[in-house]
């Protein structure tokens, strides 16, 4: 079984686009059946608005821990307003309460209190989900808004696809990445076989590229770039091979910039499934047999 993270050091440079059409293209390899779908972007999830799943199972998922005070027993001290450094405790009529958003968790009035009526409760952060797609299952999950443990959601939806894709013998986790650098991506990436780098040919493009190809590479996760839109700043696109030459990556792919993606977001479908001739479709599919090779799944490009 191997696992494949497709990131990105910035949003919106078509991770999730390739991820679906990904799955298309493996569902029509030998292997149809054989892969298992993740979606690691956990504070913006959206691989299910292209799938189209149907929702087999959610739970809550409980994160970090919040304060909250007992106003029975509470002696309205002010002792816990003056310690909480993230302005959380607030007073109203001599009566205190916590903010739920603003309250970090520390703790610390808990410490403070004399009266003892503060007490730590875990809350509920976000919700995991498991669903059906046509392309195999998929596992994703929501962080609620103002809430942390990110990292943590992410984890979880990464152990529990991996583990269905081991119990069941299937050949491939596809794992949609958050974007940027930060302790989800760190996540989303552990113990991946590939990382497909997903870069777009502006200065602001270009630097965040760097920065993942960074992290991949302190995390010693082999990676291959692909350059989306490289048709539409030649220069850009000449920058990001001529870094990848120099540092010793993989372009393993430069996608066109084609309507046809947009025209396939707003059906719901995978682009090399709503247009498989399409321009892009065919650069998606030359990208898709030098990541399997990457991989060494063999024969997935077969009949494509």
Request: net charge negative; charged share 20%; with cysteine.
């Amino acid at each position: 079984m191997k696992q494949l993270v497709i990131l990105s050091g910035k949003g919106g440079t078509g991770k999730t686009s390739l991820a679906a059409a990904f799955a298309h293209l493996f569902s029509q390899s030998p292997f149809a059946n054989r892969v298992v779908l993740a979606d690691a972007d956990v504070d913006a999830a959206n691989l299910e608005l292209v799938l189209q799943p149907r929702l087999r199972e959610q739970e809550d998922f409980r994160g970090g821990q919040v304060a909250v005070i007992d106003e029975s027993t509470c002696t309205s001290c002010g002792d816990c307003e003056a310690v909480c450094r993230f302005d959380a405790i607030h007073h109203t009529d001599s009566l205190y309460a916590v903010d739920p958003i603003a309250c970090d968790g520390c703790a610390a009035c808990v410490y403070q209190c004399p009266s003892e009526s503060i007490t730590m409760f875990e809350q509920v952060a976000g919700r995991f989900y498991v669903s059906d797609s046509r392309y195999g299952p998929l596992y994703h999950a929501s962080l609620y808004p103002g809430r942390e443990n990110s990292g943590k959601l992410v984890t979880l939806v990464k152990q529990r696809a991996r583990l269905r894709a081991l119990d069941e013998h299937r050949e491939l986790v596809i794992v949609d990445g958050p974007p940027g650098i930060g302790c989800p991506v760190i996540a989303a990436a552990s113990g991946a076989d590939l990382a497909l780098i997903v870069a777009e040919p502006t200065a602001a493009g270009v630097h965040d590229m760097k920065r993942i190809l960074q992290t991949t590479e302190h995390f010693h996760i082999p990676a291959l770039v692909c350059i989306n839109k490289a048709d539409i700043y030649p220069l850009g696109t000449k920058k990001i091979e001529a870094y990848c030459w120099d540092n010793e990556f993989q372009v393993a792919g430069k996608i066109p910039f084609d309507e046809a993606v947009t025209e396939a977001m707003v059906h719901g479908e995978p682009v090399t499934a709503y247009k498989p001739n399409a321009p892009v479709s065919r650069a998606i599919i030359d990208l898709w047999c030098s990541v399997m090779e990457s991989l060494s799944i063999q024969n997935t490009c077969m009949g494509l």
